[in-house]
């Protein structure tokens, strides 16, 4: 399995511009989490899904972050507008169950 | 939520031992995870205890004591591999299901 694929790796955009996170969780996990990691914050859980439905979103920073699953092998976190507080390394993660959470390479964004 | 307190950085010998301390407060405990994470790498998954004891993974050991709030990390036979970021995460029993709440993270160290 190719594990939890994200794209991309590196994104540099300026403030003010829409940011489109993608990730393509493993087959077969019916989990999807959405963390954000800053040096300052550490790791955080912004949203996850359960069976392509989000069962919690209480870590999403405010309305310009949104997150969506349209299928069971898709999903994306759109930051609109950005702004540079919101640069950080984003992970994508899927689980089978939730005790065991398969994280994807990341996505470092920087805003600027 | 929950408080999660472990060192901010340990460094040992390698082929030694180290063991990493994590306590925890929590209005209802429900499972302690370890993870590791390399620089510039994603979180990989070490362990979870759910009840009281010592969980054995070859070199790696973890241990609850959830009366304490406390679990530990243990890392025997020490690589220079082993170098990198423990993040203890705990989940809470009001929390849904998926939501992990992670500490700081221990910056590990092994010297030559």
């Known amino acids: 399995d190719a594990g939890v694929i994200q794209s991309p790796r590196h994104e540099v955009t300026e403030m003010g511009q829409e940011v489109t996170l993608r990730c393509k969780p493993i087959?077969?996990?019916?989990?999807l989490f959405w963390y954000r990691q800053t040096m300052m914050r550490g790791l955080e859980l912004l949203i996850y899904f359960n069976n392509n439905v989000p069962i919690d979103d209480s870590g999403m920073p405010e309305d310009r972050f949104s997150a969506k699953m349209p299928n069971a092998s898709f999903s994306t976190l759109k930051i609109q507008p950005s702004e540079p507080r919101d640069s950080a390394v984003y992970f994508c993660?899927?689980?089978?169950?939730?005790?065991?959470?398969?994280f994807g390479p990341g996505t470092r964004l920087t805003v600027l | 939520g929950q408080n999660i307190d472990q060192p901010t950085e340990m460094t040992a010998t390698e082929g030694a031992i180290v063991q990493i301390n994590c306590t925890y407060q929590t209005s209802g405990f429900n499972g302690l995870f370890w993870y590791q994470q390399h620089a510039g790498e994603a979180p990989t998954f070490l362990s979870y205890?759910?009840?009281?004891g010592l969980e054995e993974k070859g070199r790696f050991s973890s241990f609850l004591s959830r009366s304490k709030g406390y679990s530990y990390l243990l890392l025997k036979e020490l690589q220079m591999k082993d170098s990198a970021s423990y993040l203890c995460a705990v989940r809470d029993r009001g929390d849904s299901w998926g939501k992990l709440q992670f500490g700081a993270g221990t910056q590990v160290v092994v010297t030559p």
């Open positions: 087959s077969g996990h019916d989990y």
């Open positions: 205890n759910v009840l009281d």
């Open positions: 993660a899927s689980s089978p169950d939730t005790d065991t959470q398969y």
